[in-house]
């Protein structure tokens, strides 16, 4: 989870059809399993969410060490979890004009299987299934 906090920002890997798809967002870890990320209701991850909610996060540090997170992920708008991620993160209302925009949605990412790799020659990647 430090690593998560101190590197702020995801790949996003999400399916389009047949083809991955991936971009850096920024990530807000809400608990040890479940990543928030703010987006545009019109954008086409929501899209490719709403269609295969099969998503991957990987985060590097400046050191080379990573980690991916496999799971799943919803977009929600419902004004509970607006309100509780704009509260968390004051920076977002430089993208949305209030928290009631109604452009502003929310990634929730459930991570379900972590894989942890430090830098360094022969190491093996420490995988935990975080859902049963």
């Not at 920002?9 to 047949?18: L, N, R």
């Not at 209701?41 to 590097?60: A, T």
């Not at 509780?84 to 004009?97: E, Q, T």
Request: glycine share 4%; with cysteine; aromatic share 8%.
């Amino acid at each position: 989870r430090e690593l998560m906090e101190n590197v702020k920002v995801a790949t996003v890997a999400t399916v389009d059809v047949d083809c991955p798809c991936t971009r850096p967002m920024g990530t807000f870890p809400m608990s040890d399993t479940e990543i928030w990320a703010a987006t545009f209701r019109g954008s086409r991850k929501v899209e490719q969410i709403q269609k295969n909610p099969h998503v991957e996060l990987c985060y590097m540090d400046a050191e080379y060490n990573h980690i991916r997170l496999a799971g799943t992920a919803v977009v929600k708008d419902d004004a509970d979890t607006r309100n509780k991620l704009w509260a968390a993160v004051p920076d977002i209302g430089s993208y949305f004009k209030t928290v009631d925009d109604p452009a502003f949605v929310i990634i929730v990412f459930t991570a379900k299987r972590l894989e942890y790799l430090e830098h360094g020659l022969g190491k093996v990647p420490n995988v935990v299934l975080l859902e049963k």
